[in-house]
């Protein structure tokens, strides 16, 4: 033990002074690639299976050679029956500079893996990349080993996180043959093990009536999209979406000059298909939904030119089973055909059995079933469908035991006209986006935030107080689209203090509120209240219109901008909805504020929309939204705020001024226009800083 320690002294000795060196990445070592694996704990298991084959055993020790070795941890993950060793081995020994597009290994038929290089953010002023081979990823810590033998044999060894896994076909284990195109996957699925219980048969025939093997067939790269053959009891007669396959939408299914495996891939970049020409342009690209082992691949195809027989859109397919790979890419086999558009809203709604918006589907069905009927019009539509964590959060809600509300939730989310998302975003370019949909009264209001540094854009949709995100846009059907979101609209989870703090809109009144401690009761969810909340543009035209307004001394003075704010709030042992209020205001209303002073208005409606008359200006005010549900109250978005000019103090040469030192600038914060100085002025960049990212 002595000896042990001082052995160790001397080591770290040596170490410290450099008179010793020892192996690192990427150097050549003394010990063959064999021996390396057998040493590691860590590629115990990829060994044991090694010492099964005494050939490859015997390769290992004496000829050139590279090893992609998956961790115990990919074996632990790993889920099939079985493994196959000489997949993970190539007979050229090859670093990962070296790696080309492809490398062919020592399985029976020399199958090909195929190497996808994905460039990361620049992290502490460089670029990384990492390397798959198929699906797994290279270790790249750990990778690059490389031996030199007396006889100038060369080794490489790299370590990945997954098990490779081929397919091929053979009368018996010795006889199997891993050398397959997408075209003889197609014709010999059946006797492949692994891919039941999917069948593509119905595809298969539909190609060879076209005439179109050599689709399947060509050399090079491609990634395949195959769909399965449908067992939905909905479908009537079988099949319908296969018969309407034409050449040019099988060509829509392939992406020539990538092999897309679904982990390397870059996720909602759309690819030119085989069917991208002059006429028709059709593109694919993968979407991920979920996360953990709930996760989810889909596939969505969208067609910007037709033809007489393709209908322009998107088509959403699931990946039932992914990463399949043949000789010439990869495959991946789908639950429906894409670039085909053959189902009505109903029908893909019928269709969820395990899909991604199935609990939707439930809720109609055990709520509200005649909400269907709504659906089965011919005429064009839109439904904001919520995805399956949506409505798992309202479970067990109180609002799902009354039928009138559920019914009036519902048709929050229906849209009487067709609106892909490219027309959403078009209508927001000027202002917010709002539209009626098929609730009474209720609109919906669409906004397009855009991320400033990657000018990603998403889209987020409110109704009845509730801000959701589109997860899933587009899905073209016979009657219109489906946009899946991520809430259920109309079931409110915040409070109001919780809203105004989040919507983009009210940034203004949520900073007057906060400075002056007034937000803070908002919060509370023993009160009942109905607040009358200015947007952020309300504020600035306000003080447009009044120029000699001293604008600093309102947001200074906070007794004064908590008194304004008083106004708007009403607190009671009830909500006040705006077609309440219209139907009690044949006369001037007089409703209790926070304040000493209660609120006097007049409500009237106008095509779906309300106007409110403040008594002490005598102006209507066109009310922006209405209705904006709560957990403990509700909110009104108006046009104009309860001010006078008496509010405000100053004279009129020092307000003059005022106006071109704020407001014009704060005019240019809601714009986007570059601010300078004045923290008065810094104050309302942020707040359209606020609604540009995200």
């Known amino acids: 033990m002595i000896a042990t320690f001082c052995e160790l002294l001397l080591t770290l000795w040596l170490l410290g002074h450099g008179l010793l060196l020892l192996p690192v990445h990427g150097s050549t070592v003394p010990h063959s690639v064999e021996v390396r694996i057998r040493e590691d704990p860590d590629l115990s298991q990829f060994y044991s299976l090694i010492e099964q084959d005494n050939d490859l055993l015997y390769q290992l020790k004496h000829r050139s050679l590279t090893v992609f070795a998956p961790s115990n941890r990919a074996f632990q993950r790993y889920s099939g029956n079985k493994t196959h060793v000489r997949y993970h081995i190539t007979t050229k020994a090859i670093k990962l500079k070296e790696l080309g597009d492809t490398v062919h290994t020592l399985l029976n038929g020399n199958p090909p893996l195929y190497v996808t290089r994905r460039k990361m953010p620049r992290d502490v002023g460089h670029a990384r990349e990492e390397i798959f081979l198929n699906n797994a990823m290279v270790l790249l810590e750990r990778s690059d080993y490389n031996y030199t033998s007396d006889i100038n044999k060369k080794q490489v060894l790299h370590i990945i996180d997954d098990v490779l896994t081929p397919v091929g076909i053979g009368a018996n284990e010795t006889r199997f043959s891993y050398s397959l195109d997408a075209w003889q996957l197609l014709q010999n699925a059946e006797s492949i093990p692994g891919l039941a219980p999917q069948r593509i048969g119905v595809f298969r025939k539909k190609v060879s009536q076209l005439q179109q093997e050599q689709i399947f067939r060509a050399a090079g790269l491609f990634t395949f999209f195959i769909p399965v053959e449908s067992h939905s009891k909905v479908r009537e007669p079988p099949h319908p979406p296969m018969t309407r396959l034409d050449r040019m ?6 992406v020539p000059g990538r092999a897309l495996f679904t ?8 690819f030119p298909t085989l069917a991208f020409g002059d006429n028709t342009k059709i593109t694919a690209n993968l979407i991920h939904y979920g996360t953990g082992r709930d996760s989810r691949v889909f596939v969505m195809s969208r067609t910007m030119l037709t033809n007489s027989r393709l209908s322009s ?17 990869v495959v991946h086999l789908i639950h429906r055909p894409l670039v085909i558009v053959d189902m009505k809203i109903a029908q893909f709604l019928q269709e969820q059995e395990d899909g991604i918006v199935s609990k939707f589907t439930e809720l109609i069905e055990d709520y509200v079933p005649e909400f269907f009927q709504l659906l089965q019009s011919s005429a064009s539509k839109t439904l904001l469908v919520p995805d399956n964590d949506a409505v798992n959060r309202i479970i067990g809600s109180n609002f799902l035991t009354d039928r009138k509300k559920m019914q009036e939730i519902l048709a929050m989310h229906l849209i009487r006209d067709s609106m892909p998302i490219d027309k959403i975003k078009r209508a927001n370019q000027a202002q917010l986006y709002q539209i009626p949909t098929a609730s009474r009264r209720m609109f919906l209001y669409f906004n397009v935030l855009e991320n400033r540094e990657t000018r990603d854009q998403r889209v987020t949709v409110e109704g009845g107080g509730v801000n959701a995100t589109v997860l899933l846009n587009d899905i073209t059907t016979i009657d219109g689209y489906i946009h899946i979101i991520d809430r259920v609209l109309g ?25 002056n401690g007034f937000n803070h009761q908002l919060g509370k969810t023993t009160k009942r209240y ?15 219109d009044h120029p000699a307004a001293r604008l600093d001394s309102f947001v200074r003075n906070l007794n004064q901008t908590r008194a304004v704010l008083e106004r708007h709030l009403i607190v009671a042992d009830r909500v006040f909805s705006m077609g309440e209020l219209k139907n009690m205001s044949i006369e001037t209303l007089i409703l209790p504020t926070i304040g000493p002073v209660p609120l006097r208005i007049r409500v009237r ?9 403040w008594r002490d200006t005598g102006k209507w005010i066109n009310v922006f939204r209405h209705d904006v549900e709560c957990t403990n109250g509700l909110i009104h978005v108006i046009d104009a705020p309860f001010l006078l000019d008496e509010d405000l103090s100053g004279d009129t040469s020092q307000g003059t001024r005022l106006v071109a030192s704020c407001v014009w600038p704060l005019l240019g914060a809601v714009l986007g226009v570059p601010l300078i100085t004045n923290v008065l002025t810094q104050l309302f960049a942020r707040t359209r800083l606020q609604q540009q990212q995200w």
């Open 605 to 613: 409606e106008e095509d779906r929309r309300f106007f409110m008359q």
């Open 530 to 544: 109905t607040y009358f909340v200015p947007r952020d543009k309300a504020w600035i035209q306000w003080f447009y």
């Open 249 to 254: 939408a099988l060509e829509g299914h392939v």
């Open 491 to 515: 079931l409110p989870y915040m409070t109001v203090q919780q809203k105004i703090e989040s919507d983009p809109m009210l940034n203004l009144t949520n900073h007057f509120g906060r400075l």
């Open 313 to 329: 859109g998107a088509v959403v397919a699931e990946i039932v089973k992914a990463n399949i790979p043949v000789t010439n890419g």
């Open 263 to 270: 982990v390397p891939a870059p996720y909602d970049e759309p």
